[in-house]
């Protein structure tokens, strides 16, 4: 049974069918989702606390708008979008949000953005040779959550998720272009950080 | 193309644009190069983590969004306000009655459409619980015994049920079988009372405990009376409509014009006749013609509720 049949009978159930068979229905959809949303939702977030209630928040909203799930629209990428919703209210709730955050100079503004050429045109010795301990992963899973919400939606779906730019563009309501340019501009940011964060004379 | 070699590493291009990028890098020397400092740039996403989520969030959240129902309750079912004049009823009761008049065909013919969907997904519903019992049980679906109260096709509700893997036993019920006139007060016994249930009780239970639908009964190979093992075989039939006494052979419910059959697989199609195909298995008797194990693993038969999986004719053929 499709993602999209279950939600159909869920829906059905709500509106006067067989509660048993929406529960059902409703409780596959969520196991199918429970690995992959949870793992979006815990890196997006970087809080496993916040990455669970988002999750719950995330099917209660499947809940109360399965009425305008559109026929003939995929599942998966309506999920994420509400789950990137959720992600967004969870974020702003959250009073211990680190307020120091790796583009505390740029406020989401794609103009100012590194593009892909800057990147480029570095010299500096990749990272790769030197990722190898635990302490350099936690580095980097640092760096990540704390990229803005703007460039980590896109890091977390195309990256980790491996979706599309299409697809990603669709979840984030934005053009494909500002998925590509936000990606350059991720890496970028992630780069100029890790330069720093070498002792000098090291790189 | 420089602007493309992100997305084309991280296979984020659609299919046309990952060509272009390939045949320009078969070529260009310098995107090559440039490609690769992009390559070790990405170590930088690289983390090494799969993030798992918590033990029993999945049945965490169906309670939360439950819990939520009762408090929450969706919006736009309030009543519309004011009410109807006499006229606006006469008028109305004109146009309700002319469109029955027009629409009476379609409407019959929709309304036999709506019950085979829902009579689908209530098979589709099955599924995922034969499919769930069989993730706990090692591969093996509900087991029909050769002998004892037990020994029925029907056992799989009870089974099911017990385990919890459906809550509603309105699911066992065909809504054009004639059991669902009575589907209100339909109750699908518990195992428990199957075993101690006395002689003269037992038929009328174990007819009960399917509901409406046929279940596969086990099958004998090498002697030896075995139950099926979930294999996702599309073309082996699970459970259907349960068997009729028609003489086309087909299930009593939808008026005998054909089946849902549940394949094991999980799907689930409409069949008029029978068999799978044209020569495929015939799905309510075994090899042999006649209700009762299967004679390989391959032949399923579809037994109603109170069908039992005679084994003698097989093992003295065998």
Same mark, same amino acid.
């Given at each position: ?64 708008? %399965? ?79 704390? @990229? ?8 977390? @779906? ?46 | ?75 736009? %079912? ?21 469109? %029955? ?17 829902? %009579? ?7 599924? @995922? ?190």
């Amino acid at each position: 049974m499709t993602d999209e049949e279950l939600l159909v009978v869920y829906r059905q159930s709500t509106s006067g069918g067989q509660a048993g068979t929406g529960r059902l229905a409703f409780s596959e959809l969520v196991r199918r989702y429970e690995r992959e949303l949870y793992g979006y939702l815990r890196r997006y977030l970087g809080d496993a606390v916040l990455a669970e209630d988002a999750f719950q928040a995330t099917f209660l909203q499947v809940h109360l708008k %399965c009425d305008q799930f559109e026929e003939g629209r995929k599942v998966r990428p309506w999920l994420y979008t509400i789950a990137t919703h959720q992600a967004i209210d969870s974020q702003r709730r959250d009073k211990k949000h680190k307020i120091m955050s790796l583009d505390r100079h740029n406020q989401y503004d794609d103009e100012q953005m590194g593009g892909l050429a800057d990147l480029l045109a570095s010299d500096d010795a990749g990272p790769s040779a030197r990722l190898e301990s635990d302490e350099q992963r936690d580095w980097i899973r640092k760096a990540v959550s704390e @990229l803005s919400p703007a460039l980590i939606g896109p890091v977390t @779906l195309v990256y980790y998720q491996g979706m599309k730019y299409r697809e990603a563009a669709e979840i984030l309501d934005v053009p494909v272009g500002t998925i590509k340019s936000r990606l350059n501009a991720a890496l970028l940011k992630l780069h100029e950080a890790w330069v720093q964060a070498q002792p000098s004379g090291d790189i | 193309m420089h602007d493309q070699l992100l997305g084309y590493l991280l296979d984020a291009l659609e299919p046309s644009e990952q060509e272009e990028v390939e045949a320009s890098l078969s070529q260009d020397a310098q995107l090559q190069e440039a490609m690769s400092r992009l390559h070790e740039k990405l170590a930088l996403l690289d983390d090494g983590t799969n993030f798992e989520p918590p033990p029993g969030l999945a049945a965490r959240t169906c309670q939360f969004v439950a819990a939520r129902q009762a408090v929450a309750p969706k919006p736009g %079912c309030a009543a519309a306000a004011g009410g109807w004049r006499v006229q606006d009823m006469i008028v109305g009761g004109g146009v309700f009655l002319a469109a %029955c008049m027009l629409l009476f065909p379609a409407i019959a013919h929709s309304l036999a459409s709506a019950r085979i969907s829902q %009579c689908q997904n209530n098979l589709r519903m099955m599924g @995922l619980a034969l499919g769930q019992y069989s993730d706990f049980h090692a591969g093996q679906f509900p087991f029909v015994p050769q002998r004892g109260p037990l020994a029925v096709a029907g056992v799989y509700g009870p089974l099911l049920m017990d385990a919890r893997l459906i809550d509603d036993p309105a699911l066992l019920v065909c809504p054009t079988s004639a059991l669902a006139e009575q589907a209100d007060e339909f109750a699908v016994p518990k195992l428990k009372r199957l075993v101690r249930a006395a002689a003269a009780d037992l038929p009328a239970l174990q007819s009960r405990a399917g509901g409406s639908y046929g279940y596969t009964l086990g099958y004998c190979e090498n002697g030896r009376y075995r139950g099926h093992r979930n294999c996702g075989r599309m073309r082996f039939a699970l459970m259907a409509d349960s068997p009729g006494e028609l003489a086309n052979g087909r299930s009593g419910n939808h008026e005998g014009t054909g089946q849902n059959v549940l394949f094991e697989d999980q799907h689930v199609a409409w069949l008029k006749h029978c068999r799978v195909s044209n020569f495929g298995d015939h799905i309510y008797v075994n090899g042999l013609g006649y209700v009762g194990a299967g004679i390989g693993r391959d032949d399923a038969v579809i037994g109603d509720s109170s069908a039992r999986p005679l084994t003698v004719r097989l093992m003295s053929a065998q």
